[in-house]
């Protein structure tokens, strides 16, 4: 294969992974097929086997190929999903139980919050649009844009008082005569909460790579409730072949995901963790993000992603209630976003993380 590096668009490594994991997925690096040597790749394009490396352990981290002892890097995104989930032993004794509480700055926060008082005055006694600030909303979409890799319009963001809150909405969105699956084991939270709203929940075994492959295919759920990066309490995290199986369940079976993910900002990789709803062509994810992690408990701020085609819906349905977030908290948090304070906090937090604290 012929891979192209573009000075002006980045560090060759990105652009490299970018290209492999586009070829595996498109079916041109089929599923067990051996890719090139790192040597001969770094020769064919013109850069350091350490680059061609650092593409490699990528690829691998995410689940798109296996190294093999002594025979090299091999294809193990299986686009099909033929094989079962591997059952391993409880996923709870492979748990890594580190606190990951963020400890954002307190200066810039009370910094940001005396900008916004000079700045508005009066208008933060004023309420917001009823789906978030047309600031926060931007500041998230221009972040995830440049940080996430998400491209999503503005009208597609709702912000709400934490997450469970907004699952709350979800439920009142879709209606309450669908059933909703979850990983098991998982936030005990999640189940009460779509519980306290009319709806019944059941739960789908939890292996070391998701889901189990066997129960989601006979599960008779239509919304899937899923924490694709380290689901709390197993900490287990879908890799790219089970991502993709989830996203043809949910063609399939004319379902709709609930992507839940509340920490992969804090990833150890050196590029954001991939989201289901970005890798899905469809309209079938929502998508659920909070502040809890990566500033405070207390700010209770979460927002949800919503597929274009399901805007409509939205605001047909529940579009008329009023933003459960202060406007002042809204334009204090799109502050901190947009002044570059909050990506500095998660880029200091992961360089602390993959130092080992």
């Given at each position: 294969?012929?891979?192209?590096?573009?000075?002006?668009?980045?560090?060759?490594?990105?652009?490299?992974?970018?290209?492999?994991?586009?070829?595996?997925?498109?079916?041109?690096y089929?599923?067990?097929?051996?890719?090139?040597?790192?040597?001969?790749?770094?020769?064919?394009?013109?850069?350091?086997?350490?680059?061609?490396?650092?593409?490699?352990?990528?690829?691998?981290?995410?689940?798109?190929?296996?190294?093999?002892?002594?025979s090299?890097?091999?294809?193990?995104?299986?686009?099909?999903?033929?094989?079962?989930?591997?059952?391993?032993?409880?996923?709870?004794?492979?748990?890594?139980?580190?606190?990951?509480?963020?400890?954002?700055?307190?200066?810039?926060?009370?910094?940001?919050?005396?900008?916004?008082?000079?700045?508005?005055g009066?208008?933060?006694?004023?309420?917001?649009?009823?789906?978030?600030?047309?600031?926060?909303?931007?500041?998230?979409?221009?972040?995830?844009?440049?940080?996430?890799?998400?491209?999503?319009?503005?009208?597609?963001?709702?912000i709400?008082?934490?997450?469970?809150?907004?699952?709350?909405?979800?439920?009142q969105?879709l209606?309450?005569?669908?059933?909703?699956?979850?990983?098991?084991?998982?936030?005990?939270?999640?189940?009460?909460?779509?519980?306290a709203?009319?709806?019944?929940?059941?739960?789908?075994?939890?292996?070391?790579d998701?889901?189990?492959?066997?129960?989601?295919?006979?599960?008779?759920?239509?919304?899937?409730?899923?924490?694709?990066?380290?689901?709390?309490?197993?900490?287990?995290?879908?890799?790219?072949?089970?991502?993709?199986?989830?996203?043809?369940?949910?063609?399939?079976?004319?379902?709709?995901?609930?992507?839940?993910?509340?920490?992969?900002?804090?990833?150890?990789?050196?590029?954001?963790?991939?989201?289901?709803?970005?890798?899905?062509?469809?309209?079938?994810?929502?998508?659920?993000?909070?502040?809890?992690?990566?500033?405070?408990?207390?700010?209770?701020?979460?927002?949800?992603?919503?597929?274009?085609?399901?805007v409509?819906?939205?605001?047909?349905?529940?579009?008329?209630y009023?933003?459960?977030?202060?406007?002042?908290?809204?334009?204090?948090?799109?502050?901190?976003?947009?002044?570059?304070?909050?990506?500095?906090?998660?880029?200091?937090?992961?360089?602390?993380?993959?130092?080992?604290?």
């Open positions: 294969m012929k891979y192209v590096i573009d000075k002006q668009k980045g560090k060759a490594y990105l652009q490299i992974y970018e290209q492999i994991k586009s070829d595996v997925i498109e079916g041109i089929k599923y067990n097929t051996k890719l090139p040597s790192k040597r001969l790749l770094a020769e064919e394009i013109g850069v350091s086997v350490i680059t061609v490396e650092h593409a490699y352990s990528l690829l691998f981290e995410e689940g798109y190929i296996d190294a093999r002892e002594r090299g890097y091999f294809v193990c995104y299986n686009p099909d999903n033929t094989f079962p989930s591997n059952p391993h032993t409880s996923v709870l004794s492979h748990a890594h139980t580190t606190d990951h509480s963020s400890d954002f700055p307190f200066s810039p926060y009370a910094k940001t919050v005396r900008k916004v008082l000079s700045t508005y009066k208008e933060i006694f004023v309420s917001s649009d009823s789906s978030g600030s047309i600031e926060l909303k931007a500041a998230i979409r221009d972040y995830l844009k440049r940080s996430r890799g998400i491209n999503v319009k503005s009208e597609q963001i709702v709400g008082a934490g997450s469970e809150y907004l699952y709350g909405l979800i439920v969105m209606g309450k005569n669908r059933i909703y699956a979850l990983e098991d084991p998982s936030y005990p939270k999640i189940a009460k909460v779509y519980r709203n009319g709806v019944k929940t059941l739960f789908l075994p939890l292996f070391t998701g889901i189990s492959s066997e129960h989601l295919k006979k599960t008779p759920a239509t919304v899937l409730h899923i924490t694709p990066y380290r689901s709390y309490p197993s900490y287990v995290s879908a890799n790219a072949s089970k991502k993709n199986e989830y996203i043809q369940w949910a063609k399939t079976h004319n379902g709709i995901i609930v992507e839940d993910d509340f920490e992969s900002e804090f990833t150890l990789l050196k590029k954001a963790e991939e989201t289901v709803f970005s890798l899905s062509s469809g309209n079938n994810v929502i998508y659920v993000n909070t502040f809890t992690k990566t500033i405070s408990p207390a700010l209770r701020i979460a927002y949800m992603l919503l597929p274009e085609d399901m409509d819906l939205y605001q047909k349905t529940i579009g008329f009023t933003c459960s977030v202060p406007y002042f908290n809204q334009l204090v948090l799109a502050e901190l976003i947009a002044n570059g304070d909050f990506e500095r906090h998660i880029n200091r937090v992961r360089r602390k993380r993959r130092r080992g604290f």
